[in-house]
């Protein structure tokens, strides 16, 4: 069976023996052991409850599945294979965290009165997948809900529907850098073939200022579900990262699997594009607070979203001398890597202009890549050599 790396090594916190567990303690359960009767078991394992078959990208012979359930106050794990039938029924006696956000480590007696050791998590931001890892059994597997709860076979790509770069609105810093980077954004990004989500910093004028890569993930397929889309797709160890997307409308969807909770989203395209002349504000990126056209909040590295899409602009609609295109036409990924703003420029197949001129959906969306220097300067890279060269030697805005 495909095994995933191992978790590094992490210091784990007390431990609450079960005798004598009051509720004055309930608090403290996610950092100790506690009851398998507990509202964190209840609360960390009831959305596992269907029986699920291990995913088939890691499977390798013998189907197996897993199912988590409650019966008599207990809760119990019951492994089972296409050939064996039930393999093991054990009871979960306690669970301990690991210090890692849903990771923890169970202990365990089998119906053969075994005691044993299983790791459980899931997998990323929402309960979409999960692992177990018990080396009783020799399981170390993942699990899709969706393969027990949405009907039907995994289609090869991402649906068009949910293509492009999607963004939240400015929200509140909760990280180390808030009081000086007091916004963030969080971005997700889907191909035909691939994912990437990330999470942009900004300083109180929503200058971008750090970003941070989440996840990246390649060989995507999906299963549909009405308007709503179950996205599948892998991680460098080969493991699934999912998301469950709801089309909303408008350009927005709702996802969830991104982080704990569900995330709304729109095309990331800024405000129709303005010149140097007009003082009145722009919308930035996602729809949220606006910005002044000016040059009053810029540095000659640092912009906001809107500003540096006005900059690169033109350049982007010099690609199209024959179409009829505006810069909402298009989206974009802005992120900061070694103290250079970079910017991928991709077709947004959902606009008019796109449908109107019969564009493939299937073919790649990037379009240009760009990215200002810690000196100021716009470059634009060479898509055939990755070379990269000065277009622009400062913003005008």
């Not at 079960?18 to 959305?47: F, R, V, Y």
């Not at 054990?90 to 301990?96: D, R, Y």
């Not at 095309?267 to 007009?278: G, N, Y």
Request: net charge neutral.
């Amino acid at each position: 069976m495909k095994k995933i790396l191992p978790l590094i090594g992490i210091s784990l916190t007390g431990v609450l023996l079960l005798a004598g567990c009051g509720h004055k303690q309930a608090d403290k359960e996610d950092a100790s052991t506690a009851p398998s009767s507990s509202t964190k078991l209840n609360n960390l394992l009831s959305p596992a409850k269907a029986k699920v078959p291990d995913d088939s990208q890691s499977s390798n012979g013998d189907q197996l599945y897993s199912q988590f359930y409650k019966k008599g106050g207990q809760w119990y794990w019951k492994l089972t294979s296409q050939d064996d039938g039930t393999i093991d029924n054990s009871q979960i006696k306690s669970l301990k965290s690991t210090g890692q956000n849903d990771v923890y480590n169970f202990s365990m007696v089998s119906n053969k009165n075994k005691s044993y050791n299983m790791k459980f998590n899931w997998i990323n931001g929402g309960h979409q997948a999960y692992t177990v890892n018990a080396a009783y059994h020799n399981v170390n597997n993942n699990f899709v809900l969706a393969d027990a709860k949405v009907s039907g076979q995994w289609q090869t790509g991402a649906p068009q529907a949910v293509q492009g770069t999607w963004a939240t609105d400015f929200t509140n810093n909760s990280g180390n850098d808030a009081q000086k980077l007091p916004f963030t954004k969080q971005f997700l990004n889907i191909t035909s073939t691939a994912t990437s989500s990330f999470v942009n910093e900004y300083d109180t004028n929503h200058r971008l200022y750090n970003s941070e890569t989440a996840n990246k993930t390649t060989n995507v397929s999906y299963k549909q579900d009405g308007d709503n889309y179950v996205l599948k797709s892998y991680d460098s160890n080969e493991t699934p990262v999912v998301y469950s997307i709801s089309v909303m409308g408008n350009n927005e969807i709702k996802v969830d699997g991104l982080t704990s909770s569900s995330l709304t989203m729109s095309q990331s395209a800024t405000s129709p594009t303005t010149s140097a002349s007009e003082s009145s504000a722009v919308t930035s990126q996602s729809g949220s607070a606006a910005v002044s056209g000016s040059t009053a909040n810029t540095t000659t590295s640092h912009l906001t979203d809107q500003q540096v899409v006005n900059w690169i602009w033109p350049y982007v609609k010099a690609k199209y001398p024959n179409m009829n295109v505006e810069s909402t036409d298009f989206t974009y990924m802005p992120q900061m890597k070694n103290g250079q703003m970079y910017v991928n420029v991709l077709e947004n197949h959902n606009a008019a202009a796109f449908k109107k001129s019969g564009v493939d959906s299937g073919t790649n969306p990037q379009v240009a890549s760009f990215r200002v220097t810690s000196s100021g300067a716009l470059e634009q890279m060479d898509a055939t050599t990755g070379d990269w060269s000065v277009v622009s030697s400062g913003y005008n805005g």
